[in-house]
């Protein structure tokens, strides 16, 4: 049971490097985020997306973009690296069922430990 | 607009003890509210949940929180702890109104880090 799988693990970029960090899921859910997690300050949504080709701002967008080309993988890129954007990356996903909100609970991935130096 | 406050950033207990950890909400609208585990190095995963009836939920390894409508809580609590609940404990809300796909995002709070010494 793959569930949500997140890669890299870790990356160390330089300032103004991009990266593309990855997720994919299994669970065939409609509903895709990703959170950013620093120390002290819990999660903050970054993006989500409520199905293939539709996206939408989280509450800290600026720096980053996303893509939902199909059900499976939304891609997080980030253009041009800056030390503010040293974090711990979390993609979830849930079910997004019409009418049963109540079901959709968030699967979480194991995390991208991100640092920008 | 929501907002989730844990009001204890960190919480050690000795191993055996009871413990209980504290979070408050606010917001204009009803909410379905949350206790997300997160393990060293691992992702979150759901702990428990409150979404109607009862106001008091269990999850299956002995944790339990109560929703307070008129304190707006949502404490967790349990009564004995093991070395292996050390962990950060997050609690969400999401709003219940079933009006489009924003109404699908979680507002956490900062989190609290529960460590059991022996």
């Known amino acids: 049971n793959a569930g949500v799988t997140q890669t890299p693990k870790f990356r160390i970029l330089k300032i103004g490097q991009s990266m593309t960090l990855q997720c994919a899921q299994d669970?065939?859910?409609?509903?895709m985020y990703w959170y950013r997690q620093d120390p002290g300050m819990g999660l903050k949504l970054i993006y989500y997306?409520?199905?293939?080709?539709?996206?939408d701002k989280g509450e800290v967008p600026n720096g980053y973009n996303v893509s939902r080309s199909t059900t499976e993988d939304f891609p997080l890129r980030l253009e041009l690296a800056a030390p503010s954007q040293t974090s711990v990356y979390f993609c979830?996903?849930?079910?997004?069922?019409?009418?049963?909100?109540?079901?959709?609970?968030?699967?979480f991935g194991a995390g991208t430990r991100l640092s920008v130096l | 607009a929501q907002s989730v406050t844990q009001l204890d950033s960190q919480v050690p207990v000795f191993e055996e003890a009871p413990v209980e950890l504290r979070c408050n909400y606010s917001?204009?609208?009803?909410?379905?509210l949350f206790w997300y585990v997160q393990y060293p190095n691992q992702g979150l995963q759901l702990l428990l949940k409150?979404?109607?009836?009862?106001?008091l939920v269990k999850s299956i390894n002995g944790f339990e929180a109560e929703f307070n409508k008129s304190q707006t809580s949502f404490h967790l609590r349990k009564p004995s702890v093991h070395i292996s609940d050390t962990a950060e404990y997050f609690c969400?809300?999401?709003?219940?109104?079933?009006?489009?796909?924003?109404?699908?995002?979680?507002?956490f709070g900062k989190g609290t880090l529960l460590t059991v010494n022996p």
């Open positions: 917001s204009s609208v009803s909410v379905y």
């Open positions: 969400a809300a999401q709003d219940r109104r079933n009006s489009g796909g924003s109404n699908y995002k979680l507002t």
């Open positions: 979830a996903s849930s079910p997004g069922l019409a009418g049963e909100l109540a079901k959709n609970i968030q699967y």
């Open positions: 997306s409520v199905g293939a080709g539709i996206t």
């Open positions: 669970m065939n859910h409609n509903y």
């Open positions: 409150y979404l109607s009836g009862s106001t």
